[in-house]
């Protein structure tokens, strides 16, 4: 083995403009070599632990030793504190199963201690722990409990029929609610912009980054919309997901249900379907058009888009008060690969997504707002509208069209 | 790799270990330091960063640049003096460098996809940008004259290098932004660069770095030297800004290992914590993201504190992630410059920019004000390198005409300060301010800095325009969803009210901890951190100034 260099050029010290201030250092010895002080002696124990340590002159600093002590220590014990919590996320991570099992051999042991205590506490306080989330199952069981009964021929005819929206007119504008996750952030405000220059709508948005249908324990959707649906009373809702759901499902043991697997897959439907039940008006009087997730590109980290809009659309199906939006072809080529950039109605090229491959451009918000427009006056009279003409600089080109019907993907549980 | 996460606290502690051990070996340590900074910088922890087998070619393909490059620096300019024989080939080094490093990832852009292995990309793009401002700063001081006095050669050369470094920032940062500005013209077309991590950062030091030899004013450092400064983790992704004549010579001295800074690194280190995790996304979650979404969906009230709370998440983010770098850098026993000093307890507009993004303000100063000319014109000239300062320095946070006029605002108003405190001092006797001057200009001051911030946070300028109308103009209703509460209105006013904290207090308290014993401080930091954890959101967002 060769032997180490030791620094020993004391010109280094020398050079001009450099500031020497920056603590005290011992010179190198007469050979170059650093000096290394006498050291005191020290008793490492139990008692050591449990005393003040005494202050030699050096106010506020400590041994790079007992540093390292109290920080392992320190992360040791916030671990088991934090077990409850470390343990759904890592769930939720598609990471490798020695995450998990780490995390609940942790887990176990606190709450073998009861160290969990104080953390479950604050959760539960927070409404962010698991064993509080309301999911979209129960809450529409407590509706139907809280509805009384239609009986009659009357309930079949408003399920199978469209729902029933009013034709707005200038000075009497629709509410329209517009939320779901990140890729809201951009469209959201150039749908609002679009649709209230109509001067038929009048349009809140509500975008939540990272969030969406699987981890109801991060932002509980179903939750917040049926709040939306019963506070604002909306007349049409724009919803859009997706982008973060490509992730485990922390439910059921450490393993979860792995992404896109057959459990998944059969949760998130029902999850999807819960949702869509949940936001149906009494008087069949609201439309909810559920906007497709976009395809990702592939650098995203993001994969399988389309088989969430397949069980999107599927769903939507079954469901007349409930118009899905069919995204894909808009941003993606004639073969319904991810692209970039795509030529608007004018012919002229435009970046459609951000940087991330995830996101929208301003451009790709301002189509996808033209698409929504375009499928709401199909599904509201909107005769009396402002708007006479599609934008050619922002709209698809007119040849694009929506799917009538969303092909199975492959492993898409839909057989 | 994110400061507040499991992967950082165990890849510090194994750092911490390892530098503190490592620390009495010159050469080891630096390759130390250097190997854990490129492991923060691509996140070799995270699976999804993992470059794969495929990454071999580009590896080769870097592996040849990396070695002549450094061969050829080494063989030139190793005496003390500048000047001599050795200036063509320092020159023709550094111009084949150059010209390597454009091949270089020309070749890398081709053969690595915008795909799960950008970083590896960045990572490349880093060493090999290092490579060339190494040669550039050996080329300039070999160029210089006697008694290191700047030469026509060492001036053009390092004229040469910014319109490089910049020349690099520019089509990775801007060029969306000149195609976009230019699109009537139709002449550019689409490129799909991502904008590598840090690069405003590490172009910004390197300039610096070369520049500063350039002047006289420091030798060139070792190439390892060099390099350890440019990738060092704790400020590589978002500063604070440090120069190389602060950085490196902690290099070479050897800090005393029973005396670590504890007390002012944790308190560092907590503080950061809590307003990135805590403050910043809760503000940012709970009312300002909603009201910069959709500002005619709330009430005035609403949407002025949600630019107030703007301001306090910006602060709280940024400032929250330099005080985590500048304490785990002096847990190492490396000391960083202050990069904030409570911004919003400023009195005046170039009082805020003393206390705000420090390092930024002082490298704006040193290396685009005074070479503009400073202060050494006419009058008015000086106000025109002022506002042009504060325009570029807009300019430099994004490639959107929104920091433009952001930088404007900043520019103006300082301009505008000069003017109105000049002709005020003819005029009147200089005299302590009543406290309530002092009141109206913390107001003013205030007010302003949040204007601009709107430009600052909103996507466009007609945005920015909507959220200052709502202001003005908009209903007292409390709006459709109501995002001011309680808890928002005492954060906000809180975190205002710490800024006039005096520092010794935080100071005094942190020297609690370390004059605890060693099983109080366990139980201390374990509750503290998990107090954080709890208040913050699950998932951590990604710092706002990763972005610039």
């Known amino acids: 083995m060769s032997p180490l260099t030791l620094h020993t050029d004391p010109e280094i010290h020398e050079r001009d403009g450099w500031n020497e201030d920056w603590g005290d250092i011992d010179p190198p010895d007469e050979f170059g070599r650093p000096v290394r002080r006498a050291r005191a002696p020290r008793q490492f124990g139990v008692r050591w632990f449990l005393s003040a340590p005494q202050d030699k002159g050096h106010t506020g600093t400590m041994p790079a030793g007992v540093i390292l002590v109290v920080g392992l220590a320190a992360l040791v014990l916030l671990a088991l504190l934090s077990a409850p919590a470390t343990l759904r996320k890592s769930n939720a991570k598609d990471k490798g199963a020695w995450r998990q099992t780490t995390a609940q051999a942790v887990a176990t042991i606190s709450a073998a201690f009861r160290l969990d205590a104080p953390r479950n506490a604050i959760d539960d306080a927070r409404g962010t722990g698991v064993s509080r989330v309301v999911t979209a199952d129960e809450l529409l069981a407590q509706q139907r409990a809280a509805t009384p009964p239609v009986t009659g021929p009357t309930v079949t005819q408003a399920v199978s029929q469209r729902p029933v929206v009013r034709a707005p007119a200038q000075g009497a504008p629709l509410k329209l609610w517009l939320g779901g996750d990140s890729i809201t952030g951009a469209f959201g405000p150039e749908a609002q912009k679009v649709l209230e220059s109509s001067g038929l709508f009048s349009v809140t948005v509500e975008s939540k980054p990272s969030s969406g249908l699987t981890r109801p324990d991060y932002l509980n959707w179903p939750k917040r919309l049926l709040d939306i649906a019963n506070t604002d009373k909306p007349d049409v809702m724009v919803v859009m997901f997706g982008a973060n759901d490509a992730q485990n499902m922390p439910i059921n043991g450490p393993a979860g249900y792995a992404l896109y697997d057959e459990n998944w897959l059969a949760e998130y439907r029902k999850r999807v379907a819960s949702t869509m039940d949940l936001l149906k008006s009494p008087a069949n009087d609201r439309l909810v058009v559920w906007v497709g997730a976009l395809p990702m590109g592939p650098a995203s980290g993001v994969r399988g888009m389309e088989k969430v809009d397949y069980v999107y659309w599927s769903e939507a199906q079954t469901r007349p008060w409930v118009a899905y939006l069919d995204s894909f072809p808009f941003f993606t080529d004639s073969s319904l690969n991810y692209s970039l950039s795509l030529p608007a109605a004018d012919g002229k090229v435009q970046k459609l997504r951000a940087n991330d491959n995830i996101h929208l451009s301003r451009e790709g918000a301002d189509r996808l707002a033209w698409v929504l427009y375009q499928r709401l006056t199909k599904e509201i009279d909107l005769s009396k509208s402002n708007i006479f003409a599609l934008p050619p600089s922002q709209a698809a080109p007119p040849t694009i069209q929506e799917r009538v019907v969303l092909p199975p993907p492959p492993d898409s549980g839909a057989a | ?548």
């Not at chain 2, 320092?90 to 111009?95: D, I, K, N, R, T």
């Not at chain 2, 001057?437 to 302003?448: D, E, I, N, P, R």
């Open chain 2, 1 to 548: 790799m994110l400061f507040p996460t499991v992967d950082f606290a165990v890849f510090f502690l194994v750092v911490f270990v390892g530098s503190w051990v490592l620390r009495p070996y010159h050469t080891l340590w630096r390759w130390f330091i250097l190997l854990a900074s490129v492991v923060f910088y691509v996140d070799f922890f995270d699976a999804q960063h993992n470059p794969g087998t495929d990454a071999f070619a580009p590896l080769v393909a870097f592996g040849a640049f990396a070695t002549i490059a450094a061969l050829a620096i080494r063989s030139v300019s190793t005496s003390d003096e500048p000047g001599g024989d050795n200036r063509p080939a320092a020159v023709g080094v550094f111009v084949a460098v150059a010209v390597g490093f454009v091949a270089l990832n020309a070749l890398l852009q081709q053969m690595l996809p915008d795909n799960n292995q950008s970083f590896f990309k960045f990572l490349l793009l880093l060493l090999s940008f290092m490579f060339v401002n190494q040669a550039a700063a050996r080329a300039v001081y070999a160029s210089l004259g006697e008694g290191r006095a700047r030469t026509n050669l060492s001036r053009w050369l390092v004229r040469a290098l910014v319109v490089f470094d910049l020349g690099v920032l520019g089509v990775f940062k801007y060029y969306d932004f000149l195609r976009e500005s230019l699109d009537k013209l139709g002449a550019l077309p689409i490129w799909q660069l991502a904008l590598p991590l840090a690069i405003s950062f590490f172009t910004f030091q390197a300039l610096g770095y070369v520049v500063d030899v350039g002047r006289g004013e420091i030798r060139p450092v070792p190439l390892l030297d060099f390099a350890v400064y440019l990738t060092f983790f704790a400020h590589v992704v978002a500063g604070p800004i440090v120069r190389v004549r602060e950085f490196v010579p902690q290099l070479d001295q050897r800090p005393d290992p029973r005396y670590v800074e504890a007390s002012e690194a944790f308190m560092l280190i907590f503080r950061g914590l809590f307003k990135k995790v805590v403050i910043s996304s809760y503000l940012a979650t709970q009312i300002v993201d909603p009201v910069f979404a959709a500002p005619s969906a709330y009430g005035r009230a609403s949407v002025l504190f949600g630019i107030v709370g703007y301001a306090i998440q910006i602060y709280a983010d940024f400032s929250g992630y330099t005080d985590i770098a500048i304490g785990a850098a002096l847990l190492l026993g490396i000391r960083f410059p202050q990069n904030f000093d409570a911004p919003y307890r400023a009195l005046s507009f170039q009082d805020f920019w003393r206390r705000w993004h420090m390092t930024l303000s002082r490298w704006l100063r040193d290396y685009l004000y005074i070479p503009l000319g400073g202060s050494r014109g006419t009058v008015n000239r000086t106000y025109l390198n002022l506002f042009l300062t504060m325009l570029i320095g807009g300019f430099w946070h994004g490639a959107n005409w929104t920091f433009v006029i952001w930088g404007a605002i900043w520019g103006g108003a300082i301009v505008v300060e000069r003017v109105v405190k000049k002709n005020w001092a003819l005029t009147h006797e200089p005299r302590e301010a009543t406290v309530v001057t002092k009141v109206g200009q913390w107001v003013l001051t205030f007010a302003v800095t949040c204007v601009a911030w709107v430009f600052f946070r909103a996507p466009s300028f007609g945005d920015a325009v909507e959220v200052l109308r709502q202001v003005v103009v908009g209903t007292d209703d409390p709006g459709v969803k109501a995002v001011l509460t309680p808890l928002v209105v005492v954060v906000v006013v809180l975190a205002i009210a710490s800024q006039f904290v005096p520092p010794r207090v935080p100071e005094r308290v942190s020297q609690i901890g370390t004059r605890m014993a060693p099983a109080l401080q366990v139980v201390a930091f374990g509750f503290g951190l998990m107090f954080i954890d709890a208040l913050g959101p699950e998932g951590i967002a990604p710092f706002i100034y990763f972005q610039f």
